[in-house]
């Protein structure tokens, strides 16, 4: 069974730092394309950061604090987040186009959450 599975989240100082983890597991060909997305409490769901090859685009609101990267061979995408704000505070999920028997299928995983205390 082909999910994602994410970790990294929790509880960070203004100005501090965190590294998101999104792993794929199962049997799949590659992963076509891998975003970052973040939703706060009564607010809607935003994208942070995309990687596609390697093209990637940001948030205008994490442009120079965040960046996404990925391990191809370890079917893993990363999230470095540095200079956290306390408006950073969210819950951040993972989605992934990922290739499997030559189709390509979206996931979502399952959130972790990122708090930061100002």
């Known amino acids: 069974q082909v999910q994602l599975v994410e970790s990294g989240g929790g509880l960070v100082q203004a100005g501090g730092a965190l590294r998101l983890y999104c792993a794929a597991s199962?049997?799949?060909?590659?992963?076509?394309?891998m975003g970052w997305y973040r939703q706060a409490p009564g607010k809607q769901r935003d994208l942070v950061a995309v990687?596609?090859?390697?093209?990637?685009t940001y948030a205008d609101s994490v442009k120079g604090r965040f960046t996404i990267s990925r391990d191809n061979a370890k079917n893993t995408g990363y999230l470095q987040m540095n200079g956290l704000k306390p408006e950073d505070t969210a819950v951040y999920y993972c989605?992934?186009?990922?290739?499997?028997?030559?189709?390509?299928?979206?996931?979502w995983g399952q959130g972790t959450q990122v708090t930061v205390s100002s």
């Open positions: 990687i596609r090859g390697e093209r990637t």
């Open positions: 989605n992934a186009e990922l290739v499997i028997v030559g189709k390509m299928w979206s996931y």
């Open positions: 199962g049997k799949i060909d590659s992963i076509a394309t």
